[in-house]
């Protein structure tokens, strides 16, 4: 069956990365479908950046990744041919994963505290 195009939210990521969860197999078949390039899934960095935080939290993921591991994750993502990153300049990414790198935080330490 061939992949339409569209946006993954969130939760699609996670539970492709969960094992656990009911909607793995499907979502982890999708975002696999993404090794295609003929193939056009989209993301924004806010998606990823709300994908990390739920996976870096123990309270929202059962198996909370690490900072580093979640960084990994995302950057396998980001490698795969079919998956684009819609743009609110895609710089943005690879300077988030940059400060992730240098400060790592889980996601129930990622919020806003203004």
């Known amino acids: 069956m061939a992949t ?3 946006v ?8 492709a990365v ?9 979502s ?15 993301v924004t960095s806010q998606i990823l950046c709300e994908f990390y935080s739920v996976i870096t939290n123990a309270r929202r993921f059962p198996r909370a990744c690490s900072p580093a591991e979640a960084c990994r994750i995302v950057s396998s993502l980001l490698a795969l041919p079919g998956l684009q990153v819609l ?5 943005v ?22």
Not at 18 to 26: K, P, R, V
């Open 28 to 42: 982890r078949a999708l975002i696999e479908s993404a090794r295609d390039p003929a193939v056009t899934l989209y």
């Open 8 to 15: 993954l939210d969130a939760n699609v990521l996670a539970y």
């Open 4 to 6: 339409e195009p569209g």
């Open 93 to 114: 990414v690879a300077i988030w994963l940059d400060l992730l790198e240098r400060r790592p935080l889980r996601g129930d330490h990622a919020r806003y505290r203004g």
């Open 87 to 91: 743009p609110i300049p895609a710089g």
């Open 18 to 26: 969960n094992a656990d969860a009911s909607q793995h197999t499907a």
